[in-house]
Structure formats: structure tokens, C-alpha cells
């Protein structure tokens, strides 16, 4: 069992920074893939970047060169860097983990679907806007 919990998100003028932090209590977090999902309103819930279990990542184009996520395993903590945002950024980000096996942790990290997600957390708000 994990529970997540994001923070960091607000609101922001174009071209500035925020970095989301999801926050995971339960064990073994270095078994877990853990992905950052967006939903902006009226929109379908899109995958913006992921890291399995060796630290491997994805990120979904729009966002290639902008963000950046690592993990903090000792801090049982995952960060979305995002740099450069625009408004089109605005969306309500989501944090998820999907549990790992030792045989499976070096398996990629999917962006395309949430499904394999088992845990999510609340949701954090960011706004870009002037």
C-alpha cells in the first residue's frame, strides 16, 4: 500500500518555474514506477513523464527540454521540474506509482495509459497565466 500526496503546484506567469513534489508513505518506494499525469479542463488525462525503478525516464514531447523528473528514494519523494511554462501547461498534475518486481523494475515506465497506476494522489492545481 502506498499513499501519495502532491504539492507545489500555483499559479504562474508564462515563461516561470515550479517544481511539484509527490510525497509517498508506505514501503519500499524504490519499487515503485512513478508517473506525473495532467488533466487541463475539458481535456483527457495525458501522461507527462515517468521513472521506473532504475531510473529510466519518459516524457511526453510537449514537454521535452522544460521538465525534468527525478526521484529521491531516501526521501521516499518524486519532483517535476518544470521550467518555461506556457499556458497550455495549465492543468490540474496527478502523481501515480505502480508497484515493481525485482524481475519487472527495469521494464519501461508507460506515459500512454494510466491503468498500470495502482496509486494516485489528489491532484495538485498549476495555472499559467499573465
Known amino acids: 500500500q502506498l499513499q501519495i500526496v502532491e504539492s507545489g503546484g500555483g499559479l504562474v506567469q508564462p515563461g516561470g518555474t515550479l517544481r511539484l513534489a509527490c510525497a509517498a508513505s508506505g514501503e519500499n518506494f524504490d519499487n515503485y514506477a512513478l508517473v506525473w499525469f495532467r488533466q487541463a479542463a475539458g481535456k483527457e488525462r495525458e501522461g507527462v513523464s515517468c521513472i521506473n525503478s532504475d531510473g529510466d525516464i519518459e516524457y511526453v514531447d510537449s514537454v521535452k527540454g522544460r521538465f525534468a523528473i527525478f526521484r529521491d528514494n531516501a526521501k521516499n519523494t518524486v519532483y517535476l521540474q518544470m521550467n518555461s511554462l506556457k499556458p497550455e501547461d495549465t492543468a490540474v498534475y496527478y502523481c501515480?506509482?505502480?508497484?515493481?518486481?525485482?524481475?519487472?523494475?527495469?521494464?519501461?515506465?508507460?506515459?500512454?495509459?494510466?491503468?498500470?497506476?495502482?496509486?494516485w494522489g489528489q491532484g495538485t492545481q498549476v495555472t499559467v497565466s499573465s
Open positions: 501515480a506509482a505502480e508497484g515493481r518486481t525485482f524481475i519487472s523494475r527495469s521494464r519501461p515506465c508507460v506515459l500512454s495509459s494510466s491503468k498500470p497506476y495502482e496509486y
